[in-house]
């Protein structure tokens, strides 16, 4: 039989209130209020690092990141966030490489029903988060349950994404919407190079 905590990580109804999960929520805050207070950038995210499930080698988060569990959260090489990133784990996280994420972003997989006596009877569940490579969000970004973003994706400050995406393409408002498609192919990488040739040699 699955437990509580393989139920909500398969995105199946479960019960918040098993021992486990309740047990790990509290550890979670009493470790995260440790590091975040951390001045010292490489103790700090040093800390961050051994309570999160995976991450890359090169890693930054600014003071004052907050998740659920960090069972669920899966970060590429190559990440920086910036303060007060919320990962709202109840099922997986997973970001990609080379991503930068702006202040106040918050990727939020639980779930709750609509119905409310289901809300009620306290029915859990979630549903994961997959953002792809070289993504960059903006501050104050939200990505709601069950959102794929594909490979260099742009999302504008304040956005709440609330579908999923392919590559390529800027994202802004609520709900978030193309406004434009990013040339990353052999065309805009010449005109990157153009811009900025000592960083593209």
């Known amino acids: 039989m699955a437990t509580e905590r393989e139920k909500m990580t398969a995105g199946q109804p479960y019960n918040q209130f098993d021992?486990?999960?309740?047990?790990?929520?509290?550890?979670?805050?009493?470790?995260?209020?440790?590091?975040?207070?951390?001045?010292?950038?490489?103790?700090r995210n040093d800390g961050y690092r051994k309570l999160i499930a995976d991450s890359g080698d090169d890693f930054f988060i600014e003071?004052?990141?907050?998740?659920?569990?960090?069972?669920?959260?899966?970060?590429?090489?190559?990440?920086?966030?910036?303060?007060?990133?919320t990962l709202l784990d109840t099922c997986p996280i997973t970001i990609g490489e080379h991503c930068y994420f702006g202040p106040n972003v918050g990727l939020y997989t639980p779930v709750h029903p609509l119905n409310?006596?289901?809300r009620v009877n306290d029915?859990?569940?979630?549903?994961?988060?997959?953002?792809?490579?070289?993504a960059w969000f903006g501050g104050n970004v939200?990505?709601?349950?069950?959102?794929?973003?594909?490979?260099?994706?742009?999302?504008?400050?304040?956005?709440?994404?609330?579908?999923?995406?392919g590559?390529?393409?800027?994202?802004?408002?609520?709900?978030?919407?193309?406004?434009?498609?990013?040339?990353?192919g052999p065309t805009g990488n010449a005109a990157a190079k153009a811009q900025w040739p000592e960083k593209l040699d």
């Open 63 to 85: 003071a004052g990141l907050e998740y659920d569990y960090g069972w669920n959260i899966h970060i590429g090489d190559h990440f920086y966030g910036n303060y007060n990133m």
């Open 19 to 43: 021992p486990e999960l309740i047990d790990r929520r509290v550890a979670a805050r009493k470790q995260l209020r440790a590091v975040n207070q951390l001045d010292d950038n490489a103790e």
């Open 123 to 134: 029915v859990e569940m979630g549903a994961p988060i997959t953002i792809g490579d070289n």
């Open 142 to 165: 939200t990505v709601l349950p069950g959102v794929t973003l594909g490979n260099n994706v742009v999302v504008g400050a304040g956005a709440v994404v609330t579908k999923s995406f």
């Open 116 to 118: 409310a006596m289901a």
């Open 167 to 184: 590559d390529d393409v800027v994202l802004v408002g609520n709900p978030a919407h193309v406004i434009k498609k990013i040339d990353n």
